[in-house]
């Protein structure tokens, strides 16, 4: 202006929301990587134990997928050699794919860890640390639980109390409760910090991270969701199917077969069958004919009277049956029970009066 008074430079307008927005963010983000002391140390987010506890979970998954051709293909040659051998079979399975996923130069996690964005810290000694935990968690468990077979297969909890045999037997199974005593602690301290799993990664200063820290940390559900849903439906087919009558299913089927593409039930029926004798029961002909190698009835070895019906019944369309063949065809078919020789239906039967021989008394001299 004319007067020597100058105004200061204008300043381009700022938006109020933008650095709101800006702080809130800087804020969040802090916060969710931020690890805050506790009495177990350092302490994760409640996601990070989650992860780490689907992780194993896992990697057990894989684990039972591969054992079981592995251990199908091994029975093929030989029965008892699953058996013999589980031990062996469960420590290779679980070498291969440590070697694979963590052994790895491009890895440093297993599958299961991959999959919930997880892996090992690199600290000093990285390598010797990760090959040291492979040796205690394969080879070491591999060496306990053979060690833990032998003995019980050679009776050694048997012995008497003062033999070395009893002693060692003894040693291990205080040794083995003070382990699983110490692994409860250690998943209460898992519990409380979220830092170690095991009682190895403990002992080695194993620690799992954020594979990648910009990923959320939002815990998955869907692996659970999966493992309801399955559950569910395997409890209600097992429910189910108890309540569902096999033979009477198939019998229903097939009568709804023939009536869709219109046959008849005479048409149906088996004229092998239906040519048998009167006396002949067509339950047992058919039964023999599924089992050839095994007679169906002692009137099998009898050439002029194949089948013949013991203890015979009648059907209300006279046709004779053994009276437990057709008892146990109604009980299982019930309403769908039908004759196997005209292929009407069978409701009921009646006792078959055999005729009596005639026998002359004999007379005394």
């Not at 927005?21 to 009495?39: H, I, M, N, Y």
């Not at 589980?86 to 299961?112: M, N, P, Q, W």
């Not at 990760?130 to 394969?138: F, M, N, P």
Request: aromatic share 8%.
């Amino acid at each position: 202006m004319s007067n020597g008074f100058t105004l200061p430079p204008q300043q381009a307008p700022q938006l109020p929301w933008k650095h709101t927005w800006r702080q809130t963010v800087s804020r969040l983000e802090d916060e969710s990587t931020k690890q805050t002391p506790g009495a177990f140390g350092t302490v994760v987010p409640r996601s990070g134990r989650v992860n780490k506890l689907d992780a194993e979970l896992l990697d057990a998954e894989v684990a039972d997928m591969i054992r079981d051709p592995v251990s199908k293909a091994f029975s093929l040659l030989d029965s008892r050699f699953v058996n013999r051998y589980r031990h062996e079979l469960d420590a290779a399975i679980h070498a291969v794919l440590f070697c694979l996923s963590v052994g790895s130069t491009k890895r440093r996690a297993t599958y299961g860890q991959m999959v919930q964005n997880l892996a090992y810290a690199h600290t000093s000694g990285f390598s010797r640390r990760v090959w040291a935990l492979g040796v205690v968690t394969i080879l070491g468990r591999y060496a306990w639980r053979r060690m833990l077979a032998t003995m019980s297969a050679l009776g050694w909890a048997n012995q008497a109390h003062d033999s070395v045999e009893s002693k060692a037997w003894r040693i291990v199974q205080r040794v083995e409760k003070i382990m699983r005593v110490a692994a409860l602690v250690n998943f209460v301290a898992f519990l409380g910090a979220g830092q170690y799993r095991t009682i190895a990664e403990r002992l080695l200063g194993l620690r799992l991270v954020s594979a990648r820290p910009q990923l959320s940390h939002s815990v998955s559900f869907e692996f659970l969701n999966r493992q309801l849903v399955w559950h569910a439906f395997t409890e209600f087919v097992m429910f189910a199917v108890p309540l569902v009558n096999p033979a009477k299913a198939r019998a229903w089927m097939a009568r709804q077969v023939r009536a869709a593409i219109g046959i008849s039930a005479s048409a149906a029926v088996d004229p092998a069958v239906a040519a048998l004798p009167d006396t002949a029961c067509a339950i047992c002909a058919a039964d023999a004919e599924k089992t050839v190698d095994e007679p169906q009835s002692t009137a099998d070895l009898d050439d002029t009277q194949p089948y013949r019906a013991i203890n015979p019944y009648i059907t209300p369309c006279a046709h004779t049956y053994c009276y437990v063949c057709i008892k146990m065809r109604m009980m299982t078919e019930a309403n769908e029970c039908t004759c196997l020789r005209c292929g009407k239906s069978v409701d009921r039967i009646y006792q078959l009066a055999e005729p009596v021989e005639h026998v002359e008394p004999e007379q005394n001299e």
